[in-house]
């Protein structure tokens, strides 16, 4: 690690011996970010399934989720979620005479993160597959493809197409909702900044450049955003000479 932040010169940002602890800060945001995400988008694609259901079995609760979700600040969620499942395993390891388990922070961020985000991906995608005209799918059943062909060739890459820029503003936000994890104990690159700024006295500097970190995060990420728009829109009016 040492001999990164020589190569990468950043010794010289007068980082007092915290790169290191930054850079780890770093890899551990990056980390649980797409984590998160994968499994925002896994519990999305299901939730909008459920919400597009015509059985209320799986329509109602899927609708219960999104709007509890999304009328609750992530703060208080990630208190909520983090404390009540180690309150659980905390009675069920007592009530089963087993030893004493604690929740691993950073699991624990990518549970509570990709539920609570999960609820904005699933509105995201139910609003993209309605999206995509019924001919098409229509037509991919009269060609005789089944229901994970006519997902896997049709559907899903013309939502997709209607999905991302939306997708996107959600990934966005919780790369930076990422931050919140801090407060239950992960050392993720906002405690690396925080734990550098007390012990050198100089808390400002050291979060302008998580700051910094996060906007070159951001900005790497869009990068990749933009890709993938010109990707899932090739051929369509406007985007073939992109």
């Known amino acids: 690690m040492n001999n990164l932040i020589q190569y990468l010169g950043l010794d010289a940002l007068g980082l007092q011996g915290f790169g290191p602890l930054l850079l780890h800060g770093t ?5 649980l970010s797409v984590l998160s995400l994968a499994l925002s988008i896994l519990i999305g694609l299901l939730g909008a399934a459920a919400k597009l259901s015509p059985l209320a079995i799986l329509r109602i609760p899927a609708t219960l989720y999104t709007t509890l979700i999304r009328g609750i600040p992530d703060l208080v969620l990630m208190l909520l979620i983090f404390y ?36 904005y991906f699933t509105e995201t995608f139910r609003g993209a597959i309605v999206s995509v005209p019924r001919g098409q799918l229509e037509a991919a ?87 993938l728009e010109r990707r899932y829109n090739l051929g369509v009016r406007g985007h073939s000479h992109d």
């Open 84 to 119: 009540s499942l180690q309150g659980w395993l905390s009675s069920l390891t007592e009530a089963m005479g087993w030893a004493y388990i604690e929740i691993d922070p950073f699991g624990a961020g990518i549970v509570t993160l990709g539920f609570i985000y999960g609820a």
């Open 27 to 31: 890899w551990v945001t990056v980390k």
């Open 141 to 227: 059943t009269a060609f005789g493809l089944s229901r994970i062909q006519r997902f896997v060739h049709v559907l899903f890459p013309q939502m997709m197409r209607y999905a991302l820029p939306s997708l996107g503003n959600n990934w966005l936000v919780l790369l930076k909702a990422t931050a919140l994890v801090s407060i239950i104990g992960l050392s993720d690159v906002v405690k690396a900044a925080q734990d550098a700024g007390k012990s050198t006295f100089n808390m400002l500097y050291f979060l302008i450049l998580a700051a910094l970190l996060y906007l070159l995060i951001t900005s790497a990420s869009n990068l990749v955003l933009r890709w």
